[in-house]
Each structure stands twice: as C-alpha cells, then as structure tokens.
Nanobody
C-alpha cells in the first residue's frame, strides 16, 4: 500500500485548502482512509476518516463543520477540504489507511505541511 499526500502550503486564517492523498497498491474495498495531523511539539491526532465503500465520514470535534473528508474511488484519491482555517490548524498532515475491522491505522503516507498565519 502506498499513500501519497499533497496539497499543503502557507495560507492565511479563514482561507481554505484542499489536501489530496493518492492511494495505490491494492483495492481498498472495505478499508477506512484517515487524516491525522501533528503540530510542533504535540502528539499526532486524528482529524477525519471515511470508509472507502460508502463514504461514511467521522471527524474530530476540533474540525467538525470546517473540514470535509471525501474520496474518489475511480481515481483512488482521498481528499480533505479544509475551510475557515485557524492558526491552530498548523501541522503536518498525514493520510493513513486501515483494513476493515483493524484496530489501528497501519499504513501511512508522508506528511504535507499546512501553515496557517494569523
């Protein structure tokens, strides 16, 4: 499994940004695809996830109503649309994947840096 995240950059507060995660190496039927982030000096935290089959999404409370996770199964890409960005959203964002029923996300891509200036 290979996961390639992209789309990070420097934006101002209240701006929007869309991250992409290109997934390859197998079919992802019955998998869940996630986004995590790690801010400087902090632990990595869950941001959002979606099931591959139905697109059922879940979010961390801190991003609910601002971020939207989606997937394009034809292109094998997972997106994270981030609106109303805040300086506290500054972090390295990682995409991850886990098989259906697995406890942990055990496939990870490289990170993409998002910096939100005030």
């Amino acid at each position: 499994v290979q996961l390639q995240a992209s789309g990070g950059g420097l934006v101002q507060a209240a701006d929007s940004l869309r991250l992409s995660c290109a997934a390859s190496g197998r079919t992802f039927y019955n998998w869940e695809m996630g986004w995590f982030r790690q801010a400087p000096g902090k632990e990595r935290e869950f941001v959002a996830a979606t099931t591959w089959n139905l697109g059922t999404a879940r979010y961390a409370d801190s991003v609910k109503d601002r971020f939207t996770v989606s997937r394009d199964t034809a292109k094998s890409v997972v997106y994270l649309q981030m609106n109303s960005l805040k300086p506290e959203d500054t972090a390295v964002y990682y995409c991850a994947a886990r098989r259906g029923g697995a406890r942990d996300f055990n496939y990870w891509g490289q990170g993409t840096l998002v910096t939100v200036s005030s």
